[in-house]
């Protein structure tokens, strides 16, 4: 099972170190972390580097091809030399995932045209403007494609794959040993949830 995560400085951690643990577990996995060129990624906190040993120019396929999100998405989006490459590696991928705001990179390279998607709550709209079907749900699968909504829905995008992948009792166990079981201590982790001052908020920060 080969599987290519791209990678890009100002990422979102989370976005895809949520379903790298959950899809390396795949039988005979062999998952490679890929980005425009190799070295050292930074996150969109600064803070953590990724080492990463595969460029676009190294990788020419994948069974599973995963883009994450974070603030870095727009400067991929713009991209020319990316997006040529996110839409060769997709032509032949058994599966093309994406996390948050990394649906924006997969509807610009023309992926998601027609497709029902998500994203972050914050970009339902650009990904429509980008041809795609928004969709207010925390996992989407349409055809071969299927995209998570905001940062931690990537471990439940991830775990969905995985049971269409080997199978549901399977990806059960996956679950229950990284022990997944959220308790949030608090109940507005979703806009339909959250009070109308907190999701202002939360996209006025997002937009700084």
């Not at 994450?68 to 030399?81: D, F, Y």
């Amino acid at each position: 099972m080969n599987i290519v995560v791209f990678l890009y400085d100002n990422m979102t951690a989370l976005d895809v170190i949520g379903p790298y643990e959950v899809l390396s577990r795949l039988p005979e996995a062999d998952l490679k972390f890929v980005a425009e060129n190799k070295g050292i990624v930074r996150s969109d906190m600064k803070s953590l580097g990724i080492s990463v040993d595969y460029s676009i120019e190294d990788i020419h396929s994948a069974d599973i091809f995963l883009v994450g999100g974070g603030p870095g998405s727009e400067a991929v989006r713009n991209n020319a030399r990316v997006i040529d490459w996110v839409r060769a590696i997709n032509e032949n991928a058994t599966w093309t995932a994406s996390v948050c705001t990394g649906s924006l990179i997969l509807a610009k390279a023309g992926l998601l045209d027609g497709k029902r998607a998500t994203s972050h709550f914050a970009s339902l709209d650009t990904l429509h403007e980008l041809g795609a079907v928004p969709c207010k749900e925390r996992v989407v699968i349409d055809g071969n494609v299927i995209t998570g909504a905001g940062v931690s829905a990537g471990i439940d995008m991830g775990l969905t794959l995985f049971s269409k992948i080997a199978g549901e009792e399977f990806a059960k166990a996956v679950q229950l040993g990284i022990e997944y079981d959220p308790q949030p201590p608090f109940d507005c982790g979703s806009p339909e949830k959250a009070p109308p001052e907190l999701i202002a908020l939360v996209k006025a920060t997002l937009a700084a």
